[in-house]
């Protein structure tokens, strides 16, 4: 395998978008495109989610977020580039793509107009909503009270 596509199917998508957002949507872009280096990707998400749901067994998926059906519909019109510099869908939705592996396979299938096979029922897309993160975090901190001086 060459070093360009792990480079590609394993970029750290949050790190490129806090460079520059642009370069961190068209690399998406390169991803999507290139067959192998997507399904790598793919891959080595779905592998992650197994070790997660044999680490944490109760982990159950929720239903796909409405965010990422906008994604998947603007893969092929306008494109995620266009849609993107549009402001119809965020670079940090963008982003979340790149952690959902049913998602980012859909999305692959869709660019280059190919059926997409079979997913087993028990893998569905293990992702949380940034935003679901973020007001967890400042529960907790209320919940605890501000941290204690040094």
């Known amino acids: 395998?060459?070093?360009?596509?792990?480079?590609?199917?394993l970029a750290d998508f949050d790190a490129?978008?806090?460079?520059?957002?642009?370069?961190?949507?068209?690399?998406?872009q390169s991803l999507l495109l290139n067959e192998q280096a997507c399904l790598l990707r793919v891959t080595w998400l779905r592998e992650?989610?197994?070790?997660a749901r044999s680490r944490f067994?109760?982990?159950?998926?929720?239903?796909?977020?409405?965010?990422l059906e906008r994604v998947l519909a603007a893969v092929n019109d306008p494109g995620i580039i266009a849609a993107w510099r549009q402001g119809t869908i965020t670079f940090e939705e963008l982003e979340a793509l790149t952690r959902a592996p049913r998602a980012l396979y859909l999305a692959h299938c869709l660019l280059l107009d190919r059926q997409p096979e079979p997913w087993p029922a028990d893998e569905e897309d293990l992702l949380t909503e940034t935003e679901i993160l973020t007001t967890n975090r400042v529960e907790d901190s209320e919940t605890t009270g501000p941290a204690p001086a040094a």
């Open 57 to 67: 067994p109760d982990l159950v998926p929720r239903p796909r977020p409405e965010f």
């Open 48 to 51: 992650m989610g197994r070790q």
């Open 16 to 28: 490129l978008g806090r460079q520059g957002e642009e370069a961190g949507v068209c690399r998406l």
């Open 1 to 9: 395998m060459r070093p360009d596509i792990r480079f590609l199917a």
